[in-house]
């Protein structure tokens, strides 16, 4: 899985990242590269089976608190 | 500005079939039982002034789109500030979509595959219809639209013998709030969800009035979804459309004509492939949309793909399982997207019209 991942992003980067680099687009590179970097750490979190925590208990959580259910 | 174009006719196809997207499958707001169908019909009078909020906005702003209209109103920085929860909702939405699909396939139809892949499959997709721009969203809309139409159609004809008129009864039994209820439900998920087609509208090419083209979205799927709620209602029974996950799916798959005519469920889950498709495509463009205007990018395109993984990884993240899902859809979601639904698009309309009308803010050609 891990290998998986790993070949998987090397081809998206190869085929998605760098024509940016080459067309000197840097800014959107840079946000390209950021995207990339944050969707590989979750891949490779899950890959691990690392248990990622989910961005919508807090968000239940914070609305149950407001409407004090 | 933006080049490509839709026209009015793929517009409200590309509305439709955004609303029916996962919803309809998942059952309108099931809490109301036997009375969900007048739940729909007071949920679709609910959205009657919001609808208008937007057709409103994207009037006053003639080619704009939200993140657009958000820094001539709010100014640079408040409107890169507010313009992140227009980011983060799409992404969310589509997340949930994404996985509304993978639980469906996951539980219903092939429990044995795992999940991450039909969602991935999914996210491919849209990834690759958003790369190629809203014009072939429009287009794709123009083809989707009859099939889905014409699916609906022919189960509905198959179901005909099966069509109970005594599980209407009772009507109204626990009295008008958990209708309303329902309706506030249906409200948010999924009429006024189309907050987002303020970002595709802004590439829709019309002479018509843009009130038009987003009514005449809203009443052919209150006609849909009401008939389609109403249908399940009368095969199933209030209580069997309130337990089970997916109402339309049972429903469908009870019809057996001559024994011949059976096992035809598959076509409604590929409507729900369909619908869910052009969903998450609108959720992905409008995010991508979002980030590339917020960072100043030459083009949404360099950042669809990474998006699109994000969102499909979200997805996968987001529950532990499909009742964390179905509680979060049904008594959750619709406190949380009331901010982007309803407050943020009021406080835009109404600081807009005061700067319009005092002067100081010139907005252009207007539809």
């Known amino acids: 899985m891990v290998v998986l991942v790993s070949l998987s992003y090397t081809l998206i980067i190869y085929l998605d990242s760098i024509p940016l680099y080459r067309k000197k687009l840097w800014r959107d590179f840079g946000i390209n590269m950021a995207l990339t970097l944050l969707t590989f750490t979750i891949a490779f979190l899950i890959s691990l089976d690392v248990a990622v925590p989910s961005p919508v208990y807090p968000i239940q959580r914070l609305i149950i608190t407001i409407l004090g259910k | ?367």
């Open chain 2, 1 to 367: 500005m933006n080049k490509e174009m839709i026209t009015s006719k793929q517009g409200v196809y590309l509305l439709t079939l955004f609303m029916i997207g996962s919803n309809l499958f998942m059952g309108l707001a099931p809490a109301a039982k036997s009375d969900v169908w007048i739940a729909a019909l007071v949920g679709t009078l609910m959205a009657l002034p919001i609808i208008f909020i937007y057709a409103r906005l994207l009037s006053l702003f003639k080619g704009r789109d939200i993140f657009d209209i958000l820094n001539l109103v709010f100014g640079n920085v408040l409107g890169k500030i507010a313009a992140l929860a227009y980011i983060w909702y799409p992404l969310h939405l589509g997340a949930m979509v994404i996985r509304d699909l993978g639980e469906f396939l996951n539980t219903v139809a092939m429990p044995e595959t795992p999940m991450l892949l039909p969602m991935l499959f999914l996210g491919f997709l849209s990834i690759w219809a958003v790369m190629a721009g809203v014009e072939v969203l429009g287009r794709c809309s123009k083809i989707f639209f009859p099939i889905v139409v014409i699916i609906m159609f022919i189960t509905t004809l198959l179901v005909i013998p099966y069509l109970n008129f005594a599980h209407l009864k009772p009507v109204m039994y626990d009295g008008i709030g958990p209708v309303l209820n329902s309706a506030f439900d249906i409200f948010s998920f999924p009429l006024a969800e189309t907050v987002l087609f303020i970002t595709v509208f802004s590439a829709l090419k019309t002479d018509k009035s843009i009130y038009r083209v987003y009514y005449s979205g809203l009443f052919i799927f209150a006609a849909i979804g009401v008939l389609l709620t109403l249908r399940n209602i009368l095969v199933l029974g209030g209580d069997i459309v309130g337990g089970v996950n997916f109402p339309l799916y049972v429903e469908v798959s009870r019809i057996n004509i001559g024994e011949f005519i059976q096992r035809i469920e598959v076509s409604v889950a590929t409507t729900f492939v369909i619908t869910d498709f052009i969903k998450v495509s609108v959720c992905l463009y409008v995010t991508c949309i979002g980030i590339s205007k917020l960072f100043g990018l030459k083009s949404y395109r360099s950042i669809v793909v990474q998006t699109g993984l994000l969102m499909v990884l979200l997805a996968y993240i987001m529950y532990e399982n499909i009742m964390d899902m179905i509680y979060f859809a049904f008594e959750i979601y619709a406190y949380y997207a009331l901010p982007f639904q309803v407050i943020l698009p009021v406080i835009i309309l109404v600081i807009a019209e005061i700067r319009i009308r005092t002067g100081q803010l010139h907005t252009g050609k207007r539809y």
